[in-house]
């Protein structure tokens, strides 16, 4: 059974470095999307992407994040210079369709801040 | 605003029937879902309600839905110690992109 994958699985970072997080969706699936969860808290949606651009995105995806499907096959989400507060579990999701299309999750990247 | 409210806890002896409680406030959302984490794993999608259903049933699975009192319900019967799993309620608001928002997540605890 096709399933989205993520690396790392864990990654641990010093402040104010770049991390990249990627993902492979399913093969035939049009629509991405990145989510966190703090530990302890709840999943939060990030953003979603579609036809190569973003479709929504949340008040928490500021300026220091971006996203960018640059081959046919990964999906990216990229922390420009992370803060102590960016630790957290980061899950990729895919779907064929948008609204009504269930979203399949990848296992998540464990991101540590120092 | 968007909001999704579970309870944090459950726990149940195997064989019993576990239900597990959702409330959300979006009254657009089209569709509601049930995921499942087991410990150091994804989101696994369990089942999902269109919002023009009261219930859907699948397998051991039941899923009650009152739209009035935006209340969601899980019940999973004859629960077997597999079952023990975070337990999230989403809900997926009208044209936002497919953004799902989630609940908490209920940690179902089987004993023996």
């Known amino acids: 059974e096709p399933e989205v994958t993520q690396t790392p699985s864990h990654q641990v970072t010093q402040m104010g470095q770049e991390v990249i997080l990627r993902c492979v969706p399913i093969?035939?699936?049009?629509?991405f999307y990145w989510y966190r969860q703090i530990l302890g808290q709840k999943v939060e949606f990030l953003v979603s992407?579609?036809?190569?651009?973003?479709?929504?995105k949340s008040e928490i995806f500021d300026d220091q994040f971006s996203v960018e499907r640059p081959d046919g096959s990964n999906f990216t989400l990229k922390i420009r210079s992370t803060k102590l507060e960016d630790s957290a579990m980061y899950f990729c999701?895919?779907?064929?369709?948008?609204?009504?299309?269930?979203?399949?999750f990848g296992p998540g990247t464990r991101l540590l801040v120092l | 605003g968007e909001d999704v409210e579970q309870s944090l806890f459950l726990s149940v002896r195997e064989g019993d029937s576990s239900v597990i409680n959702c409330t959300y406030t979006?009254?657009?959302?089209?569709?509601l879902y049930w995921y499942k984490q087991e410990p150091g794993a994804g989101l696994q999608l369990l089942t999902y309600?269109?919002?023009?259903?009261d219930m859907k049933q699948d397998q051991r699975l039941t899923v009650l839905l009152n739209k009035k009192d935006k209340h969601l319900s899980l019940r999973i019967a004859d629960t077997q110690t597999g079952d023990s799993a975070i337990y999230f309620c989403?809900?997926?608001?009208?044209?936002?992109?497919?953004?799902?928002?989630f609940g908490q997540g209920t940690e179902l605890s089987v004993k023996p």
């Open positions: 979006d009254s657009s959302s089209t569709y």
């Open positions: 999701a895919s779907a064929r369709g948008g609204q009504v299309e269930t979203q399949y």
């Open positions: 992407f579609y036809n190569n651009e973003i479709s929504e």
């Open positions: 989403a809900e997926s608001p009208y044209n936002q992109g497919g953004k799902l928002i």
């Open positions: 093969s035939n699936h049009l629509y």
């Open positions: 309600i269109f919002s023009n259903m």
